[in-house]
């Protein structure tokens, strides 16, 4: 089966690698005609583990600049775009609402085929989205993954489960494809689109308050005067095994290109059910709040005014990513207070203040490192 594939991003292009390397037939289009070049001579600037190893050794992936010929030359076709926040915390899906013009454009192209969500949605827009293209005859599933950045290969191949919204023609050749590409047998959690789309949500909200429980665990016993032995609370914690160590470690607070999004997006849907107690509101605010508690702890114990020193302001070490890093934002803050900041990893240096000092630094510092 040729499998087409829409947005070849940080996502899309690792998925597509992995299909390649199962032996499928891809066709992936990507709207970067610069990005689309290079992939097609196999270049790609990621800082993402066994990429370019993977691209350099594919050999059954046709790069293309437009949906069109994806649409009309393969059957099952998986998407991949972005589907950043609104103001209102929900998801802006304007990039898929143009997939599917596009393949309403196609007509009877498109029929007997199935568009295969893979990036996050609200809960309701694969039902309506199913709405609009059952007229073309075209199939629409949920199929979200479940990776962090840094680790997308890996976390392709050992996902903990596949989770499928909605049924029809191509489900058999969906859960295949995962059992092609994965190194065991993988869960498969089949259900309506709906159900899927609030499990997404559900699994990273989930995430960020346990990340907020631990910080606020250590906030507490900074105000305490336990601060020298979060680490071993919270061990004790996670060592009872319905509580878990995963996620539970006193740090920065969550960042990324994924969970600050999610969790807005879980709020949004519960405020516009009328739920009064809304968590992913409660742990975005403490969030915030956390990144202001260690400013000022931070400048407090700082009794010399001496400079702050991070090995990394990426919102994950080892990745380029800033977005909502909860590192640069504190980074900015001790600049704008006149500390003088150094960071080791210049990974991102082109995306940040040119305040900062990209050096390992050569005098007495403190060291940020949480």
């Not at 393969?74 to 998407?79: A, K």
Request: glycine share 8%; hydrophobic share 35%; proline share 3%.
């Amino acid at each position: 089966m040729k499998i087409g594939l829409l947005g070849a991003g940080r996502l899309g292009i690792c998925f597509a690698l992995l299909l390649d390397k199962a032996g499928y037939e891809v066709i992936a289009s990507d709207i970067r005609e610069d990005y689309v070049s290079n992939l097609r001579s196999g270049i790609i600037k990621t800082s993402e583990p066994q990429v370019s190893k993977l691209l350099s050794e594919s050999k059954n992936i046709t790069f293309v600049n437009n949906n069109t010929d994806v649409i009309k030359e393969c059957d099952l076709i998986y998407t991949f775009v972005a589907t950043p926040s609104l103001p209102d915390g929900s998801y802006d899906i304007s990039c898929i609402r143009q997939i599917i013009k596009d393949i309403k454009k196609c007509k009877s192209d498109a029929f007997n085929k199935s568009l295969v969500i893979g990036c996050t949605t609200n809960p309701g827009d694969c039902d309506d989205f199913q709405n609009h293209l059952r007229p073309y005859g075209v199939d629409v599933y949920y199929n979200p993954e479940f990776i962090a950045q840094g680790s997308i290969i890996r976390d392709l191949e050992h996902a903990d489960m596949v989770l499928v919204g909605g049924s029809g023609r191509h489900i058999q050749d969906i859960e295949k494809i995962y059992d092609d590409i994965q190194v065991e047998t993988p869960n498969v959690y089949v259900m309506s689109r709906k159900a899927a789309e609030l499990v997404k949500l559900a699994v990273n909200c989930y995430l960020t308050t346990k990340i907020t429980y631990a910080n606020m665990i250590g906030q507490v016993m900074h105000k305490s005067g336990m601060g020298d032995e979060i680490d071993n609370v919270l061990d004790a914690i996670g060592s009872d095994s319905r509580v878990g160590h995963k996620y539970l470690g006193f740090g920065f607070g969550f960042g990324g290109p994924c969970l600050p999004r999610d969790n807005r997006a879980f709020a949004a849907c519960a405020s516009k059910l009328g739920l009064e107690y809304n968590l992913g509101q409660v742990t975005d605010s403490f969030n915030h709040e956390h990144n202001s508690f260690l400013l000022d702890y931070y400048v407090k114990m700082n009794k010399k005014h001496l400079p702050f020193a991070f090995d990394s302001v990426a919102y994950k070490r080892g990745t380029d990513i800033i977005t909502e890093s909860q590192q640069y934002k504190l980074c900015l803050s001790l600049l704008d207070r006149g500390y003088k900041v150094y960071v080791v990893d210049n990974i991102v240096e082109h995306q940040c203040d040119s305040r900062i000092e990209w050096s390992v630094p050569e005098e007495d510092v403190i060291w940020i490192e949480l």
